[in-house]
């Protein structure tokens, strides 16, 4: 299979201090989903890793040239298949989890070690630097939204998935023009869009609490990221709750 997003493995970069890098393909129920990390340099050089993709020796390599890794973040239930291997190469990395992730890591068998669970309030460690809020409105899917200040750069993970079609074999296609995460108009997945349905207020605020950061660009775990607009992008990707 063809990577979408080659070449992988390797710090790509976004602005002064933030780098995506774009890792293998995963499963996820049987169809392949291209997978994202994104690196950011905190001001006193400590790494943060938000995502982290399958971990290779030139990977690592790369991202302990920038400075030491600290910061392991699984930002929701289904992104946090990669972070043992990094703990393992970086034991002294403190892991951090959203809501749900240990859960769902115990019912699949895996045994991590997470340091601190992520809540509406950054840690010391990054606060003033990188906001965040945990989004609400949905039992299922809870996610940690991240936005870096100095490069006006707002990290999602599957709250928006933009997956070129160009870039798909004709199932996926077809599978993700259904889902509404099909670009140039990649949205939230239909099945996720479906448990907010009781508490849609709820993320329409968290929504434009995002807007109202001013982000000039949106990264994304899977399909196109945005580079600029983001704003509008936010607009048009939510329009069905705002």
Not at 68 to 95: D, G, M, T
């Amino acid at each position: 299979m063809t990577e979408p997003y080659a070449p992988l493995n390797t710090l790509k970069p976004v602005a002064k201090d933030i780098w995506v890098v774009d890792g293998p393909s995963i499963k996820f129920y049987g169809a392949p989903f291209s997978t994202r990390m994104t690196v950011v340099r905190l001001k006193n050089g400590d790494i943060w890793l938000h995502s982290p993709t399958k971990i290779c020796d030139s990977l690592r390599d790369e991202v302990t040239a920038l400075g030491p890794v600290c910061h392991l973040i699984a930002p929701n239930w289904i992104h946090y298949a990669y972070i043992a291997e990094w703990q393992k190469a970086f034991p002294k990395a403190r892991a951090y989890a959203a809501p749900g992730v240990v859960k769902r890591a115990r019912k699949h068998g895996m045994a991590l070690r997470f340091d601190e669970d992520l809540t509406q309030t950054p840690p010391t460690a990054w606060a003033g630097q990188i906001e965040q809020m945990i989004v609400e409105g949905s039992k299922i899917h809870r996610e940690a939204v991240f936005f870096h200040k100095h490069s006006k750069t707002l990290i999602l993970t599957d709250l928006i998935e933009n997956f070129e079609p160009d870039k798909l074999g004709w199932f996926l296609r077809i599978l993700t023009k259904w889902g509404n995460i099909q670009d140039p108009d990649g949205q939230m997945p239909r099945d996720m869009r479906m448990t907010f349905s009781k508490h849609r207020d709820l993320l329409r605020a968290e929504v434009e609490k995002m807007i109202g950061w001013g982000p000039e660009r949106i990264i994304l775990a899977h399909g196109r990221w945005y580079d600029k607009n983001a704003v509008a992008e936010l607009k048009r990707a939510f329009r069905w709750v705002l």
